[in-house]
Structure formats: structure tokens, C-alpha cells
T-cell receptor, first 118, second 111 residues
């Protein structure tokens, strides 16, 4: 009964070789997020989709792209990974109809993909 | 600008004892949520508890309770009856549709 699934759990890629991380969800949530978490640091939001609307954080490098072909799936593409992109990548989902206080979206996280760049 | 601060890089607690993890925040938004997540060494972020800024009562979820003091802008997590499996990183987060996270507190529970 997994709710937010990330594949693969561990990914090794070479410096400069494009890599794609995937996320899927069974919650039918309309909002999906990608976070980057480097070792011993807090997760940092890269971008999020509100339905099909893409929202990029101002300081997210152009090297990072995302696609959301449908409600259930979201992909993170790293066009030319550098050594500094080695991190845990966390996908999360939320719904704007979760009830409770307006505008508060409870986020559900997947298990993460740990990316190593060699 | 929004800011979340966790001043305790690490905490130790003995099994079965209670522990408080500190979190302070700053925001000018009138409506916001405060969240606590647990991150074991496996990396998954596990949702623990949520408090809305308009909630009058402190949130509780089993052994977890959130000590929300709005005037002081603090949202401390209290874990009662600590268990060895509670050893993990704990992150405080704040936001509405987007979250910002504190730097985390590593909790270690010893027998």
C-alpha cells in the first residue's frame, strides 16, 4: 500500500551524463514536489507542480528540469550532473482539498532516491 | 522572509523518558502550518504531526505532541516515553503550499 513511490532508490551516474529520477503516487494528489537534500542538510525545494502548472524556485539551477505527464507521475531530469548534485532527492505530494485550515497542504514524502555522481 | 530555526544539532534521551525538540519560526503570513518530520537513516521523511496557525489547541498524535506558542513563535515537539526506534533526524517545517525546513535535530535514544 505504498503511497509515494520513487525509483530507483539508489542511482549512480557519471559526471555529465543525463539522469532521470521518477516518482509516482497512488494518492491522486494534485500537487507534486521535488526536494534536494544534501548530506547533513535540510531538504530544499527545487520545484513543484500544481496540477499541470510548473513552479520553479528562483535559485534552482537550469540543469534541473521536471516533467509531469499525468497526475500520478513526475520526473526529475538532471541534464549534466556535477559532483555537487550528489544528494538525496525527495518527492512529495499534497492536496489542496485536504480540509482543515485554508491553504495548508500536508505533504507526503516518498522514500527518496540517493544519487551518486562519479 | 520566512525562517525556521532548530538550535539543537543533537539530543540524547534515555529510553522511556520524554524529550523536547525545539523549533522557532518567523513569518509575516497570517496563515501557515507547522510540521514535524522524522527521517531515519534510510532517508524517508515520515510525517509526525501538524499544527495550523489558527488552531487553538496543541496538536497530539499518539506519543507526539506539539507545544505551540504563537506569541513566542515556537513549535516544539514533545516525544513521550521514548523508544529506541525514535533515534533519527527530526525536522521542523513551516509553510502553506510550500515548506521550508529547519536544519534538523539528531535524536539518539539510549537504553
Amino acid at each position: 500500500d505504498a503511497m509515494v513511490i520513487q525509483n530507483p532508490r539508489y542511482q549512480v551516474t557519471q559526471f555529465g551524463k543525463p539522469v532521470t529520477l521518477s516518482c509516482s503516487q497512488t494518492l491522486n494528489h494534485n500537487v507534486m514536489y521535488w526536494y534536494q537534500q544534501k548530506s547533513s542538510q535540510a531538504p530544499k525545494l527545487l520545484f513543484h507542480y500544481y496540477d499541470k502548472d510548473f513552479n520553479n524556485e528562483a535559485d534552482t539551477p537550469d540543469n534541473f528540469q521536471s516533467r509531469r505527464p499525468n497526475t500520478s507521475f513526475c520526473f526529475l531530469d538532471i541534464r549534466s550532473p556535477g559532483l555537487g548534485d550528489a544528494a538525496m532527492y525527495l518527492c512529495a505530494t499534497s492536496s489542496d482539498s485536504s480540509g482543515g485550515q485554508d491553504d495548508i497542504y500536508e505533504q507526503y514524502f516518498g522514500p527518496g532516491t540517493r544519487l551518486t555522481v562519479t | 522572509a520566512q525562517k525556521i530555526t532548530q538550535t539543537q544539532p543533537g539530543m540524547f534521551v534515555q529510553e522511556k523518558e520524554a524529550v523536547t525538540l525545539d523549533c522557532t519560526y518567523d513569518t509575516s503570513d497570517p496563515s501557515y502550518g507547522l510540521f514535524w518530520y522524522k527521517q531515519p537513516s534510510s532517508g524517508e521523511m515520515i510525517f509526525l504531526i501538524y499544527q495550523g496557525s489558527y488552531d487553538q489547541q496543541n496538536a497530539t498524535e499518539g506519543r507526539y505532541s506539539l507545544n505551540f506558542q504563537k506569541a513566542r513563535k515556537s513549535a516544539n515537539l514533545v516525544i513521550s516515553a521514548s523508544q529506541l526506534g525514535d533515534s533519527a533526524m527530526y525536522f521542523c517545517a513551516m509553510g502553506t503550499d510550500k515548506l521550508i525546513f529547519g536544519t534538523g535535530t539528531r535524536l539518539q535514544v539510549f537504553p
